[in-house]
């Protein structure tokens, strides 16, 4: 990695900080204060259900733990994660028995 001058690191952290804030500002500032639509309200329900898979499943498919190759500890830790989610419809449960099953797994295979 080649290595960056001072002046660099501070203009891309403070584009980085101008950008964040304009994204937050367009939201809050500018559409804080008014009623949004049902079907848009709708939508936003089911935003914070969709992040924890979204941050999930790169793991699972390319762990990096096996260098990126798909392996029958992970697949199943989220299977069973999904699974008893769905049955039992708590979340904590889910995240129980696919940590339980992924170390299980991984302790049985060494």
């Known amino acids: 990695m080649k290595n960056l001058d001072p002046t660099t690191i501070w203009i891309v952290i403070a584009s980085l900080a101008v950008g964040s804030f304009a994204l937050r500002f367009v939201f809050i500032g500018f559409v804080g204060g008014r009623t949004m639509p049902d079907w848009l309200l709708r939508h936003l329900r089911y935003t914070a259900a969709a992040i924890i898979p979204a941050m999930v499943a790169p793991l699972v498919v390319w762990p990096s733990a096996t ?10 830790a989220a299977f069973m994660a999904l699974e008893v989610g769905y049955i039992t419809k ?6 129980v028995a696919g ?7 991984l302790y049985l295979a060494n």
């Open 90 to 95: 708590n979340v904590i449960f889910g995240i």
């Open 99 to 105: 940590a339980a099953t992924l170390y299980g797994l």
């Open 67 to 76: 260098d990126g190759k798909p392996d029958l500890a992970h697949m199943s």
